[in-house]
């Protein structure tokens, strides 16, 4: 009797001591973040896990830069196997980004009125990547005139086209 009583209170000290082990460790990575983005946050290939908002807002004011002075590249295959392609000037489409709504979405990552979300999202990032994405504006106009254009070249009207960019394709 004596033994399972022992055995008992053991159980349920190491438990104890275990969560109390994994709240101080879990209060060492929040306070080690607490003015840094959370790890793993990335968007594209860019990781701004650990970064503070100041040098996230200078990373993506450089990359948002380089990738708006490139063009963009539509191909198109028609039935016949024959590849076109269009190079587009994202000023052309009225592309813009959104710097500082990027640095927030990045920094609010973990850190949500709601606790238990903010909770989940801490502890997810040890060990998973947040894919997110850039905030930006299309210039909706100048965008239907481009694919009308583009249509017309391969003769086939354009049918619920819908534009997007895929963050793994941000340099």
Same mark, same amino acid.
């Given at each position: 009797?004596?033994?399972?009583?022992? /055995? /008992?209170?053991?159980? /349920? &000290?190491?438990?104890?001591?275990?969560?109390?082990?994994?709240?101080?460790?879990?209060? %060492?990575?929040?306070?080690?973040?607490?003015?840094?983005?959370?790890? +793993? $946050?990335?968007?594209?290939?860019?990781?701004?896990?650990?970064? +503070?908002?100041?040098?996230?807002?200078? /990373?993506?004011?450089?990359?948002?830069?380089?990738?708006? *002075?490139?063009?963009?590249?539509?191909?198109?295959?028609?039935?016949? %196997? $024959?590849?076109?392609?269009?190079?587009?000037?994202?000023?052309?489409? %009225?592309? =813009?980004?959104?710097?500082?709504?990027?640095?927030?979405?990045?920094?609010?990552?973990? #850190?949500?009125?709601?606790?238990?979300? *903010?909770?989940? $999202? =801490?502890? =997810?990032?040890?060990?998973?990547?947040?894919? $997110?994405?850039?905030?930006?504006?299309? +210039?909706?106009?100048?965008? +239907?005139?481009? &694919? *009308?254009?583009?249509?017309?070249?391969?003769?086939?009207?354009?049918?619920?086209? #819908?534009?997007?960019? #895929?963050?793994?394709?941000?340099?």
């Amino acid at each position: 009797m004596k033994k399972r009583k022992f /055995i /008992i209170k053991a159980g /349920i &000290i190491s438990v104890c001591a275990a969560l109390g082990l994994f709240l101080v460790v879990f209060a %060492g990575y929040s306070a080690i973040y607490a003015k840094r983005n959370y790890a +793993n $946050q990335y968007i594209g290939s860019s990781n701004f896990g650990g970064k +503070n908002k100041a040098k996230t807002k200078e /990373i993506l004011q450089e990359k948002t830069k380089d990738f708006l *002075s490139s063009d963009l590249e539509l191909t198109y295959q028609d039935k016949d %196997g $024959q590849e076109k392609s269009y190079n587009i000037k994202p000023s052309d489409l %009225g592309l =813009q980004y959104n710097v500082d709504a990027t640095a927030e979405n990045l920094w609010h990552y973990g #850190r949500n009125q709601n606790a238990l979300l *903010s909770f989940w $999202q =801490q502890l =997810q990032s040890l060990f998973k990547q947040n894919k $997110q994405q850039a905030d930006y504006a299309v +210039n909706e106009d100048s965008l +239907n005139k481009k &694919i *009308s254009e583009i249509a017309l070249t391969v003769d086939n009207p354009e049918k619920d086209f #819908r534009f997007y960019i #895929r963050a793994e394709h941000l340099p």
